[in-house]
């Protein structure tokens, strides 16, 4: 049978995995390897994706995925007993003392070197806590080139000549998602001097996979062992001496969150990178394990390709075992001539024959033994943890088949309602008299000092207003992101995903592009920036793209000033419908993507749901903390000069003389050019355009636009009539997001796409403006 037929509760031993290409990788990556024991825990509320249970975590698959791996029904889960009776001992110390470190044969790297050190582990290992440990506030964030993924680098605290890079979660060394790429990348070619690997101890089997395959590349590495507090508060415990000698590295066991053993690590680390002390051990095949088949298989290999690999620069045992398990990238690399080809494939063919297995599963197996040899020797697994237990109950609520999606609503309109009526205009507030108090005194000095009129108007308009409205903002994003990255940090986030998944699989995108859609509602800024955590390329940007069609609240203002004026009776319901057309439109532009932009799947739904946790107070700061300068850094570069050019192009005319009236400005004059093209959409007159321009800058500037350019209300009546002022708002709703927005979208994907996004959403807009126009006359609306 496959498993997308098996009930809730019920075990299976994987037979066979089916699929093909880098998803089965994946598939294997995760553990689910022919003879692993796997349970369905249940079903998302819509039936579709899965949640099981293997190597003693949760991950999710979708059932067409599901229906691809075989499995045989087992009665009960067989239980496997650990050897270890110990109690777990003191952990020995430094290297120095006689186990890597042969002082006769030392060879320490020149004073003063300047180590790089490189932070490797599992999604959700600790990985961020432990790095925020190490570096205290000594970090910054930076891109990798190309791929626009969060790299952080940091000086180790205490040593100034140390610097550790957080590299993103991985759980393979095979290249799955782009991020997996990074870091293979980063470790490979950038060859830092010693590797922590971090490795979360709850769900140990699946941690060790990627740290069998670090160990391959024979560079300095220290293993982590990570939230040893949940594993000791559950009568768990680790030998970490044995471990040590069958991992032939330093072990550390650490609590990051309790900031316990970071000390140690940090002691040992320094010492292996400083005497370049390798890992004992590459050879996890056993002669014996299988017949020895993938073990012969292995050494065969490295012995052919040795050559190859040292001139490619790629550890011979770490290509070996890649290029057997079939990746084409280390393979590429290492350009075997047609011989040595030939031959790879008899040994590898022989191999498969002779194990049973095909190549990559093969290779997955052999790490999975010694893994298992490990852990039979050396973990006494703790019982089920009371972090398990409790994540349960609070599954049976959240992701519950009833309870989901009323839960789901009730706390994002929790979070909204926060940030958007509590807390963030209160810091708004705050920040907003800051800002005017400063305002004033910066006017009253220059006006004090017989400035030029012009620097005064170019400060208090230009600057102050323009780059200050767009300053509000901040306290909102930085509300929102203290919210989502609480929900993120407890683990909430990725159950949001599994409920969603199905919903979104129909407009092309998976589970994870909802967080960006829902914060879009927010503000497009903050949304665009949290797609950083969606695995594929393809789907970052088209959650990206969409995410502008989800009316941001900045535009509340517009709307409830139109309605105020000419639609009083129906004001909730025009309002509604508004977003309701923001959705509609979105889901349409995301099928016609689907089809032609971005052909293809979403990203296949395998991921781990971790047990909640608390979330860390220090990581939570140092998050808002970045997105906060981050913001800040934008809005005084980007946005600082798009603000002072508009303001220049509404004070002067084509003469650089100040104006009174901004009907003779530049601007009124291009809004003069867009007449033609505004016309047919009913909003031809020069003052909309001007106000719709401004707009570009912050949307709440149409409606201060428009106070300034009407003046009167009698002049608003005679220019705007009901049938106008509905095609004001569907273009509002819909043309280019804010010049914030923008510049987002521009870092997160280029200057070509953020022009790009401009103009398709104006013309989006227009066409949409013209059909309720034309819907309008239909039914006699002026
Ligand atoms: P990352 O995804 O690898 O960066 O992991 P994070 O650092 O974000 O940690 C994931 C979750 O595990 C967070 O909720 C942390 O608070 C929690 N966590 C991290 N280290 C420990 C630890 O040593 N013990 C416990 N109990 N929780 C931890
Ligand atoms: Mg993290």
Redesign the pocket.
């Given at each position: 049978m496959t498993l997308d037929k098996l009930l809730p509760g019920q075990s299976a031993r994987i037979t066979q995995v089916g699929g093909e290409g880098s998803l089965r990788q994946h598939f294997l990556d995760m553990g689910v390897i022919p003879g692993a024991e796997i349970t369905l825990v249940k079903l998302a509320p819509m039936k579709d994706p899965m949640e099981f249970r293997i190597h003693g975590y949760e991950l999710t698959l979708r059932v067409s995925d599901a229906s691809h791996i075989e499995a045989q029904i087992i009665g009960k889960s067989e239980k496997t007993d650990t050897k270890v009776k110990k109690k777990a001992i003191d952990h020995p110390g430094l290297g120095e003392d006689g186990k890597y470190h042969d002082p006769k044969n030392e060879n320490p790297l020149p004073e003063g070197t300047k180590l790089k050190f490189a932070l490797v582990?599992?999604?959700?290992?600790?990985?961020?806590?432990?790095?925020?440990q190490l570096t205290g506030s000594n970090q910054h964030v930076g891109n990798f080139p190309g791929v626009t993924v969060d790299r952080k680098d940091g000086v180790l605290r205490g040593y100034p000549n140390a610097v550790v890079t957080?590299l993103p979660?991985i759980y393979s060394m095979s290249p799955y998602s782009s991020e997996e790429i990074v870091s293979r990348d980063f470790v490979l070619k950038e060859r830092p001097h010693c590797i922590i690997n971090?490795v979360d101890v709850t769900s140990i089997d699946r941690s060790l996979y990627l740290t069998m395959q670090l160990l391959e590349l024979g560079i300095p590495t220290v293993v982590a062992l990570?939230?040893?507090?949940?594993m000791t508060g559950n009568g768990g415990s680790v030998d970490i001496n044995s471990m040590e000698a069958m991992l032939g590295v330093p072990v550390v066991p650490?609590?990051?969150?309790?900031n316990?053993g970071v000390d140690e690590l940090v002691k040992h680390a320094i010492h292996i990178a400083m005497y370049q002390e390798c890992p004992l051990k590459q050879d996890f095949c056993g002669s014996d394990d299988n017949g020895g088949a993938v073990h012969r298989c292995i050494h065969a290999v490295i012995h052919l390709i040795e050559d190859h690999a040292s001139e490619a620069g790629i550890p011979v045992r770490f290509a070996a075992s890649k290029i057997i398990g079939g990746d084409h990238l280390i393979l590429d690399q290492l350009r075997l001539d047609q011989n040595e080809l030939e031959l790879l494939d008899h040994i590898v063919i022989q191999m498969e024959k002779e194990r049973g297995l095909d190549r990559s599963a093969s290779i997955a197996d052999m790490r999975y033994a010694y893994i298992r040899t490990v852990t039979a020797t050396c973990v006494k697994k703790p019982r089920e943890s009371g972090?398990h237990i409790r994540s349960q109950k609070l599954d049976k609520v959240l992701t519950g088949r009833f309870t989901a999606i009323p839960m789901f609503i009730l706390i994002m309109g929790a979070v909204f309602f926060l940030t958007f009526f509590v807390i963030g205009p209160f810091l708004q507030d705050l920040l907003a008299s800051g800002i005017g108090a400063l305002h004033t005194l910066v006017v009253r000095a220059m006006e004090a000092g017989n400035v030029n009129p012009a620097v005064v108007s170019l400060v208090s308009e230009g600057i102050f207003e323009g780059v200050g409205s767009v300053l509000s903002f901040l306290p909102i994003i930085v509300t929102m992101f203290l919210f989502l990255s609480l929900l993120e940090?407890?683990?909430y986030i990725a159950r949001v995903a599994f409920v969603m998944d199905k919903m979104l699989r129909k407009i092309g995108l998976s589970g994870r592009s909802i967080v960006p859609m829902l914060i879009g509602f927010g503000c497009t800024v903050p949304a665009v920036m949290s797609t950083r955590t969606l695995p594929s390329e393809r789907d970052r940007k088209m959650t990206i793209l969409l995410t502008p069609f989800m009316s941001c609240t900045a535009k509340l203002p517009i709307y409830s000033f139109f309605v105020a004026f000419f639609f009083p009776k129906a004001g909730w319901l025009v309002i509604t419908a508004l977003y309701l057309i923001g959705i509609c439109i979105g889901i349409l532009v995301a099928l016609v993507f689907k089809k032609t932009l971005f052909k293809g799947e979403a990203v296949p739904f395998v991921m781990e749901l971790?047990n909640y946790?608390?979330?860390?107070a220090k990581?939570v700061m140092q998050l808002m903390w970045d997105k906060t300068k981050d913001f800040i850094h934008r809005a005084f570069s980007v946005i600082l000069l798009a603000t002072i050019i508009v303001w220049f192009l509404k004070s002067f005319d084509f003469h650089f003389n100040l104006v009174a009236d901004s009907h003779s400005s530049i601007l009124a004059a291009i809004a003069g050019l867009l007449v033609p093209v505004m016309r047919p959409i009913g909003l031809g007159d020069w003052r909309l355009i001007t106000s719709l321009v401004s707009g570009f800058l912050a949307k709440e500037g149409v409606v201060s636009m428009i106070g300034m350019l009407f003046r009167t209300e009698g002049g608003i009546h005679t220019v705007i009539t009901p049938l106008v002022a509905s095609s004001m708002l569907v273009f509002s709703l819909l043309y280019t997001p804010c010049v914030a927005a923008v510049a987002s979208i521009r870092r997160e994907m280029g200057r070509k796409w953020a022009l790009g996004v401009v103009l398709w959403q104006c013309s989006v807009a227009w066409l949409c403006a013209l059909i309720v126009r034309l819907i309008g006359l239909a039914f006699g609306m002026v």
């Open positions: 582990g599992n999604q959700n290992s600790g990985k961020t806590t432990l790095f925020n957080d979660g971090i990570n939230m040893m507090d949940e650490i609590s990051a969150a309790k316990q972090e940090d407890s683990g971790p946790r608390m979330p860390q990581n």
